[in-house]
């Protein structure tokens, strides 16, 4: 299976930016409609566009992820039938990585565990669909550095590696689609892959370039890890106060290494203001705290009051459930502000109500 792309692509994108971007924007109504007809007329990039108007819902349809997905496949001039997977080559290879997001993701993870049912997935194996997702990511990077499907790739690696069963049947589909391809114009250097642990290594190396291009997804993940690598080191002798302290002090340099990767992560993904980072970011600059289910820790020399409330304004600007418990903080922790200002507390506790009902329940007792 090869997807390739002719490059044809290059004239539909200028055919877009002329007839659509320059002329209606980016989310008018007209620019959505002039979308929609444009990929009727083939267009491969309005199509992956169309399909995202429908995967994230602008556009009313009755199975959303199967028709966005079914767009998808157009885009990437792909058709699937009884002889298995093709590729025309007049593709648009942001569509690429879709698909091989869908292969990934559906009904297991995301928006699409609970998703219609979409037949030509239904019938893969999970290794079938790992090989395809990890081609089309692969050929997607080859012709656009997109964080997104490099974050594919360590995702994918990943998961290989945590499983004994998938490692021992794909380890062979992996080195002859990771280990041999170039990533040099991307700043990775791929080593080979004799171990799971090896596989996994690998995979943190797509992670941490995600992170580095801005994919506030892989930010997250990334962060989250390090925050479990400073549980478990400082949990290892036991979870008593005095266990965690002294294990502190014997791994100080690599509990501190790990706390300012932690930072590091979440503040990218912050500094583009997606929600869950950000409040996260802001609750560990009011408490100190790192928190996983394995136990805490508190790190009372990055306490920072003000840091704290920077981010919590952040995780606001652009929001999602996310941003409820931000609002959330912001009254519980910065109360000062509202006493003298009932509009703004009936404001912000309206919009707790709206994105997060779970954070409103806890506000209203404060």
């Keep these: 299976m090869i ?20 002329k209606y924007g980016v989310s008018s109504s007209s620019a959505e409609r002039e979308i929609m007809c444009l990929a009727e007329n083939g267009n491969t990039v309005a199509c992956k566009l169309f ?16 028709d966005a997905f079914d767009l998808y496949l157009k885009s990437a001039g792909m058709s699937v039938n009884e002889f298995g997977w093709s590729c025309s080559g007049v593709s648009y290879p942001l569509s690429f990585w879709m698909i091989g997001y869908y292969l990934v993701n559906y009904k297991r993870e995301s928006a699409l ?42 995702r994918i690696l990943f998961e290989v590696s945590e499983d004994d069963g998938l ?5 062979d589909m992996v080195r002859q689609t990771v280990c041999e391809h170039d ?17 996994g290594l690998l995979a943190d190396k797509f992670f941490v370039k995600a992170a580095e291009e801005g994919y506030v997804y892989a930010c997250n993940n990334l962060a989250v890890r390090e925050a479990e690598k400073i549980i478990n080191i400082l949990t ?14 014997k791994n100080k340099d690599a509990v501190d290494g790990a706390v300012l990767d932690y930072i590091c992560f979440l503040k990218i993904a912050a500094d583009r203001l997606e929600p869950y980072a950000a409040n996260r970011l802001g609750l560990f600059y009011r408490t100190g705290e790192i928190k996983t289910a394995d136990g ?11 840091e704290a ?48 009902p779970k954070a409103y329940d806890i506000a209203i007792e404060l």
């Design 113 to 154: 565990s609970k998703c219609e049912t979409i037949d030509i997935i239904e019938e893969m194996s999970l290794e079938e669909r790992f090989t395809i997702a990890l081609k089309l990511a692969v050929s997607t990077v080859d012709n656009v550095v997109v964080a997104g499907a490099i974050n594919l790739i360590g």
């Design 167 to 171: 490692f021992e049947r794909l380890k």
């Design 309 to 356: 409330k920077v981010y919590f304004k952040k995780a606001t600007v652009c929001p999602d459930e996310n941003s409820g418990w931000a609002f959330l903080n912001l009254i519980r922790y910065y109360y000062q502000d509202y006493s003298n200002n009932i509009e703004l507390m009936n404001e912000h506790m309206d919009y707790i109500k709206t994105l997060n």
């Design 51 to 66: 399909a995202d108007l429908i995967f994230y819902k602008k556009v009313l349809r009755k199975n959303f992820y199967r």
């Design 236 to 249: 290892a002798d036991g979870d008593t106060s005095e266990a965690k302290q002294n294990a502190y002090e």
């Design 296 to 306: 805490s820790f508190i790190f009372r020399d990055y306490i920072d009051h003000n």
């Design 183 to 199: 990533f040099s114009e991307i700043g990775i250097e791929v080593s080979p892959i004799k171990t799971q642990e090896d596989c």
């Design 3 to 22: 997807f390739t792309v002719d490059g044809s692509y290059k004239e539909d994108l200028k055919e877009y930016n002329e007839q659509i971007l320059e």
